[in-house]
């Protein structure tokens, strides 16, 4: 396991995590390199804010497993989407999509803290069996668009409040069925 109390940041080569947890208090900044995941996961532990610059969305970007577990700040996306192939769980602190495009591959998970989607498209599971629960914590939709929230496969909200703040108009479908508190 790797464990960066400051920023982890690459220009060129790659960063071959080969399956290994990595765990930044700082910034993700990938301004040229590559990034391969395998089966790990990258954990946002900071107590201020952090940012993600991913360097891209094709397969040498894309991060397995997210946890956003940030304790005092907002963890926000920066010039680039976002791609998780495995596992996003937002537990503390704040996720801002910043107004960039998210694909959660895999599983959402949200046990605690505040996700805002931006106003560009979030896109949750691609495979059947992929679920997106909100368990507790504040879901926000920021976006005009009315195909910002994608979930293709199953949507839970067990016990967090789901927050439409625009003045456009919305419309629910089946997919985003239960709401706790809206």
């Avoid at 894309?62 to 005092?72: A, K, L, P, Q, Y």
């Amino acid at each position: 396991a790797l464990n960066v109390d400051g920023n982890l940041t690459f220009t060129t080569g790659t960063l071959d995590a080969s399956g290994n947890d990595i765990t930044v208090a700082g910034n993700w900044l990938n301004n040229g390199g590559k990034y391969t995941s395998g089966n790990n996961t990258v954990t946002f532990d900071g107590g201020t804010d952090q940012t993600i610059t991913t360097g891209g969305t094709t397969g040498t970007f894309d991060f397995n497993n997210i946890t956003v577990n940030n304790s005092g700040g907002t963890v926000s996306l920066s010039t680039y989407a976002l791609d998780v192939d495995g596992i996003f769980t937002l537990t503390s602190g704040t996720f801002d999509a910043n107004d960039l495009n998210v694909n959660f591959n895999g599983n959402f998970v949200m046990d605690g803290g505040t996700f805002k989607t931006g106003t560009w498209t979030i896109t949750f599971g691609d495979l059947a069996g992929d679920t997106s629960t909100v368990n507790n914590g504040t879901f926000t939709i920021e976006s005009d668009n009315s195909n910002d929230i994608n979930p293709a496969y199953g949507w839970t909200n067990a016990g967090g409040t789901v927050t439409y703040s625009t003045a456009a108009s919305i419309t629910l479908r089946s997919t985003l069925s239960p709401f706790n508190n809206l």
